[in-house]
C-alpha cells in the first residue's frame, strides 16, 4: 500500500516513540516506524509504502525498512 499525507502527529506523540500519524484531505493512518528511524517534523509531506496491520485493534501502516 502506498500512502501519501502530511504528518500530523510526531513520533512519540501517540504514546510511542515509534508511532506518528499522517493525514491528507481524505483520512488519517498511525504510521509504525522501522526500528532505529526518525521520523520527520510535523507539517512535513511523506509517501509511505507498507502494508497495513492492525494491533489491539488500532489500524496502522507499516513501511519496510
Known amino acids: 500500500m502506498r500512502v501519501r499525507g502530511t504528518v500530523t502527529t510526531e ?3 501517540p504514546g510511542s516513540a515509534a508511532l506518528m500519524g499522517i493525514a491528507d ?3 488519517g493512518v498511525f504510521v ?3 526500528a532505529g ?3 520527520p517534523g ?3 509531506e511523506v509517501e509511505v509504502i507498507g502494508t497495513l496491520a492492525a494491533p ?3 489500524t496502522e501502516l507499516r513501511p519496510a525498512a
Request: a positive charge; glycine letters at 22%; proline letters at 6%.
Open 11 to 13: 513520533a512519540g506523540r
Open 25 to 27: 484531505a481524505t483520512a
Open 32 to 34: 509504525r516506524l522501522p
Open 37 to 39: 528511524a526518525v521520523g
Open 42 to 44: 510535523r507539517g512535513v
Open 56 to 58: 489491539y485493534g488500532q
